[in-house]
């Protein structure tokens, strides 16, 4: 079983012990690296939309790639889902549950172990440096094969890779319920679902989670496993009623 999450775009770098020297697509991860490289700040500026400060400062972040400070990807990534794993609170053999079932997906790297070290770059999946996707595909379908696989990503780097992968995984949602014009309907909020990936990936962890069935056992904030929305596939968590 594998637990895919997304990456931050914020990054506080911090090291653990036993960091892995190398990634898992250390080779792919240098090409694209190189070849970022190559471009100017105007064409970082153009391929990222992004305004003239981002453009410089990320063209200074990859000329200096190769001696950026380092640190575990699992403590590197500073993002609200990150802080709200609450990974100071975990045991060793907590971190080592993670090690073993949790990967990161990343546009830079591929795929991340939690212990794999990273520098602070900035490269999503649906940046136009090249076709994302079409380059981390057969890494994606290679690893993955066979994994059941609980999706607790957003949709760029979760159910946008689902057609490479030969087991459809089980998507993880959170929704709160709402009344307006005197009807009760479903909303996501983006902020909460985070910190409630973050909660659950803690939960996971303490609590040794390895069939997918033992999720439903999660509660958290007002959220608790909704029968009624959920099916095979997806994993629905519902707070109830807030009126609006």
């Not at 063209?59 to 200096?64: F, P, T």
């Not at 212990?115 to 770059?121: G, I, K, P, W």
């Not at 089980?170 to 319920?177: P, T």
């Not at 803690?202 to 959920?230: H, P, Q, W």
Request: with cysteine; aromatic share 12%; proline share 1%.
């Amino acid at each position: 079983m594998k637990i895919i999450i997304s990456p931050a775009k914020t990054f506080k770098i911090r090291k653990m012990r036993n960091m892995h020297t190398n990634c898992l697509f250390e080779d792919k991860k240098n090409q694209l690296v190189l070849m970022i490289k190559t471009k100017s700040v105007e064409e970082l500026k153009m391929i990222w939309e992004c305004s003239d400060k981002i453009a410089n400062d990320s063209y200074n972040l990859y000329q200096k790639f190769d001696s950026s400070v380092k640190g575990s990807a699992i403590e590197s990534f500073y993002g609200i889902q990150y802080q709200y794993m609450d990974i100071d609170s975990l045991k060793d053999v907590e971190i080592e549950y993670l090690e073993k079932h949790l990967r990161i997906l990343s546009g830079l790297y591929g795929i991340l172990r939690p212990l794999d070290q990273v520098a602070r770059y900035r490269l999503d999946f649906e940046d136009k440096i090249i076709n994302m996707y079409d380059f981390w595909e057969d890494e994606i379908r290679n690893y993955f094969k066979g994994e059941k696989i609980i999706d607790l990503a957003s949709k760029e780097y979760g159910q946008n890779i689902y057609k490479y992968l030969d087991i459809k995984p089980l998507r993880i949602e959170f929704k709160e319920e709402t009344l307006k014009d005197g009807c009760i309907k479903l909303k996501t909020k983006a902020t909460s679902s985070k910190i409630l990936r973050g909660r659950m990936v803690n939960y996971m962890a303490k609590n040794d989670i390895v069939e997918i069935n033992e999720l439903k056992n999660f509660s958290s904030d007002g959220y608790s496993f909704s029968d009624e929305f959920s099916d095979e596939n997806k994993f629905v968590f519902v707070k109830s009623l807030i009126s609006e």
